[in-house]
């Protein structure tokens, strides 16, 4: 599929470093660093890896990146650089993927994905629900993302755009939509589950939902290619769940059992508290 989309440099040093700190006075713990490429050539690398301990030194917030397929040295040097964790999707299932994807394989994107961790970065990958994948399908996505032990697991709902193959695929109902949220839970028990892109469309009114089927991180703002809302509604929501936000990068700060969510400082490293299961939630 060839698309019209304009073609953008990669942001100057001080753009970049505006973005993470107005992402810093949204509250968010976490700022990922996103560039649409197959993967990053040298010139890009350096300019990521510069921008990414000026980010660090400027504001103190975790930082992410998403550069496409790597090479071992690239990611060797991300990790030494700094970068916590790499974000590298899946998209979605292996039965599913070469219909979607065509310019590279499936085992091509495990191969990044195991590359990062080899690294010493945290593992982001997720994808793209209501890409026609069946029910099935969609189990089977769940536990080859399990596979690869991600911390944490954005979950992408389809908002089908205009202009591409899946302009009219139909949007998952919101019943669906959190039945793959809570499979997504008991498959993936320890992951941070972050709903992202499409939760306003498909869950609408519902997003309270998402979180309570097993969702505890969400993505603030907008997303690559639609509008999100504002990060006041997203506090407004965890606030009337009782879900307070981290307070500082990957601190979690509250419990769900079933009497609800209770407020409680973050368990020390290595520890997890008897009979509990910490369910964080964070903004990125």
């Given amino acids: 599929h060839a698309s019209d989309v304009d073609v953008y440099p990669f942001l100057d040093l001080d753009e970049v470093l505006d973005a993470a700190r107005a992402t810093r006075a949204a509250g968010a713990t976490q700022f990922c660093i996103v560039v649409a490429v197959r993967g990053p050539e040298e010139r890009l690398l350096a300019k990521v890896i510069d921008a990414v301990q000026a980010v660090q030194d400027e504001t103190g917030l975790e930082v992410a990146c998403s550069l496409g397929l790597l090479r071992p040295d690239q ?67 769940a536990f080859e993302l399990a596979a690869l032990n991600p911390c944490e697991v954005p979950i992408n709902l389809l908002d089908p755009r205009p202009g591409t193959p899946l302009a009219d695929q139909t949007v998952l109902s919101p019943r669906e939509a959190l039945q793959a949220i809570a499979l997504f839970r008991l498959v993936m028990p320890g992951a941070w589950l972050r709903l992202a892109g499409g939760r306003e469309r498909v869950l609408g009114e519902l997003q309270a939902m998402g979180l309570l089927a097993g969702a505890n991180a969400l993505i603030v703002g907008n997303y690559l290619t639609t509008t999100g809302r504002s990060a006041e509604e997203d506090h407004a929501l965890l606030a009337a769940l009782g879900m307070p936000v981290a307070d500082g990068p990957g601190e979690g700060r509250f419990v769900v059992d079933a009497d609800g969510a209770h407020p409680r400082p973050a368990t020390p490293p290595g520890r997890v508290a008897p009979g509990r299961t910490t369910i964080p939630v964070v903004a990125g």
């Fill in 75 to 141: 990611a060797q040097r991300l990790a030494a650089a700094g970068v916590k964790r790499y974000n590298h999707n899946l998209e979605t299932c292996r039965e599913v993927f070469p219909r979607i994807c065509t310019t590279h394989t499936y085992d091509d994107r495990v191969e990044t994905a195991r590359l990062a961790i080899d690294a010493g970065m945290e593992l982001c990958c997720g994808g793209i629900l209501g890409m026609g994948e069946t029910l099935s399908q969609r189990i089977d996505f």
